[in-house]
């Protein structure tokens, strides 16, 4: 009994391909076969490991020397700039921009959470984007994605931290623990039980978690349910500070932090135990990110930033106007 093993031709064929730069048209007279037989056989040398491609982005001086600047002077373990393919932010780039820097973002991750197992994931467009561009990975079924914040917003998909979470551990063929839960609570109304329980449990999470994955944002004056604290805090301090938005939380460039506004109560995770993650990960670039970016890093939120390199000579340029 003959047994038939295409290896031979899938590997001459590979070579024709690869190598030699001949077309599938071209391999076909050669060998005298089909063209669907080449392209069957250029796929199993892709499918069996026969055939790697690496892509790699190229070596740029000016992003080395972004990324060694913004490491330098905000003190993080590592920075990761991605270049834009815009020539600058604005409001018809910034959806390109985040794209950019979703894609790219997304080549990293399975090395930045290797030995993780315990994974926070905050809410965001960047966060929300990144993990589409990533390919599934070995599943590994001792590590966890949780949130790092409820729900917010029945409309927006990028403030479902429950679609997040489930992504993500698709994409790492790990478990997912959600809060199932309403994510606004009115100050007059009483959490159950069974909520209470949820909210425990992932509290006991977040003790252990390693690693987080979150984005920041820059939060409008008068954009409901922030716009009483703010403006009390604008008043107390005489003027509009600076300041930036993550996790359902304001930050100040002065390190002060106000919670969502008292109209609702979103379970978050406090900005300030962020310090003591050992692995914290921001993915912020666009429109508007570059001073919030710089207020989260002053204040220890994160230690790696992934970010596009229009944001990076912003941060750069601000920090210069600065001293």
């Known amino acids: 009994m003959s047994i038939r093993n295409d290896s031979a031709l899938a590997y001459r064929i590979a070579r024709y391909y690869y190598l030699d730069n001949l077309s599938q048209s071209e391999i076909a007279q050669i060998e005298q076969i089909s063209r669907s037989t080449v392209s069957r056989m250029l796929e199993k040398a892709r499918s069996s490991g026969m055939v790697t491609i690496d892509i790699k982005m190229p070596v740029s001086p000016l992003i080395d020397k972004l990324e060694s600047s913004l490491k330098e002077a905000l003190g993080l373990e590592r920075v990761i700039v991605v270049p834009a393919s815009a020539n600058e932010l604005n409001e018809s780039t910034d959806e390109s921009v985040v794209q950019d820097l979703a894609s790219i973002a997304a080549t990293h991750m399975t090395e930045l959470l290797k030995d993780c197992k315990i994974i926070g994931l905050g809410w965001g467009r960047t966060v929300y984007s990144t993990v589409g561009y990533m390919p599934f990975v070995e599943p590994d079924n001792t590590r966890i994605f949780i949130p790092l914040v409820s729900n917010y917003s029945v409309r927006n998909r990028f403030l479902q931290t429950s679609t997040i979470v489930s992504r993500y551990g698709e994409r790492f063929g790990a478990q997912t623990y959600y809060l199932n839960i309403s994510?606004?609570?009115?100050?007059?109304?009483?959490?159950?039980?069974?909520?209470?329980?949820?909210?425990?449990?992932?509290?006991?999470?977040?003790?252990?978690?390693?690693?987080?994955?979150?984005?920041?944002?820059?939060?409008?004056?008068?954009?409901?349910?922030?716009?009483?604290?703010?403006?009390?805090?604008?008043?107390?301090?005489?003027?509009?500070?600076?300041?930036?938005?993550?996790?359902?939380?304001?930050?100040?460039?002065?390190?002060?932090?106000?919670?969502?506004?008292?109209?609702?109560?979103?379970?978050?995770?406090?900005?300030?135990?962020?310090?003591?993650?050992?692995?914290?990960?921001?993915?912020?670039?666009?429109?508007?990110?570059?001073?919030?970016?710089?207020?989260?890093?002053?204040?220890?939120?994160?230690?790696?930033?992934?970010?596009?390199?229009?944001?990076a000579t912003e941060m750069l340029d601000a920090m210069a106007k600065m001293k």
């Not at 930036?244 to 930050?251: A, I």
Request: aromatic letters at 8%; one cysteine or more; proline letters at 5%.
């Open 183 to 311: 994510g606004v609570k009115r100050p007059d109304e009483q959490r159950t039980e069974s909520e209470i329980l949820n909210i425990r449990q992932l509290e006991g999470y977040w003790a252990r978690m390693d690693a987080a994955v979150l984005s920041l944002g820059a939060p409008l004056m008068g954009r409901n349910p922030y716009h009483k604290e703010l403006a009390q805090y604008s008043a107390e301090g005489g003027g509009e500070p600076e300041r930036g938005e993550m996790l359902s939380q304001l930050y100040f460039s002065n390190g002060d932090i106000c919670w969502m506004g008292s109209d609702v109560e979103i379970v978050a995770f406090p900005l300030n135990r962020l310090k003591n993650v050992k692995n914290v990960i921001c993915i912020a670039g666009g429109l508007d990110k570059a001073r919030p970016i710089l207020y989260a890093a002053k204040n220890g939120y994160f230690k790696t930033l992934i970010t596009d390199h229009l944001t």
